[in-house]
């Protein structure tokens, strides 16, 4: 009995490569609309062959003179999703993922300097699809629905990206 659990295991231990494909690293630039933050810088770490962790960082200035008045808004904002990916066919793929969004703002308006600053956090969705271009250039079209949980609006941002698939 115990050569036959010996032989199962060693059989479960040499097939576990066969399932588990190394993770990947995607580096590249999300430009996203709808209320987000713009152009993101964008990463994905792959945990396994079907799951994967997205960081994206935004930032947003604007400058606006309108009436002898000074608006300034700066802020930042970075998103940490949990993404389950399926295969439609070998480099084209669908996702959904959840995750969080966390940032700061800052904004002064006119010349009497009234500040108004703080953080934010949203609870975030994401659902999109990829194309793996045999190159290792990645293009993604994904929604991320962003639902306010402290001093933050709900938005849908829509994005398209550009990665680069490091192996």
């Given at each position: ?14 097939s ?39 960081l ?65 956090l ?27 949980l ?18």
């Open positions: 009995m115990k050569r036959f659990f010996s032989i199962l295991f060693v059989i479960g231990v040499l576990i490569p066969a399932f588990a494909q190394p993770a990947a690293h995607v580096l590249g630039i999300r430009f996203g609309s709808g209320g987000g933050f713009g152009t993101e810088i964008s990463y994905q770490h792959g945990l396994t062959s079907i799951n994967r962790l997205e994206d960082l935004g930032f947003r200035s604007d400058h606006v003179h309108y009436m002898n008045q000074n608006y300034n808004y700066t802020s930042w904002g970075l998103t940490g999703l949990y993404h389950w990916v399926m295969d439609i066919d070998a480099d084209f793929n669908w996702y959904l993922g959840a995750g969080a969004k966390l940032g700061s703002w800052n904004y002064d308006q006119g010349y009497d300097y009234k500040y108004n600053d703080g953080l934010f949203a609870a975030a969705g994401d659902i999109g699809l990829e194309y793996n271009f045999p190159i290792g250039i990645q293009l993604a079209l994904n929604a991320r629905p962003e639902f306010a402290i001093n933050y609006g709900t938005v849908i941002n829509v994005g398209l990206a550009v990665r680069y698939r490091f192996r």
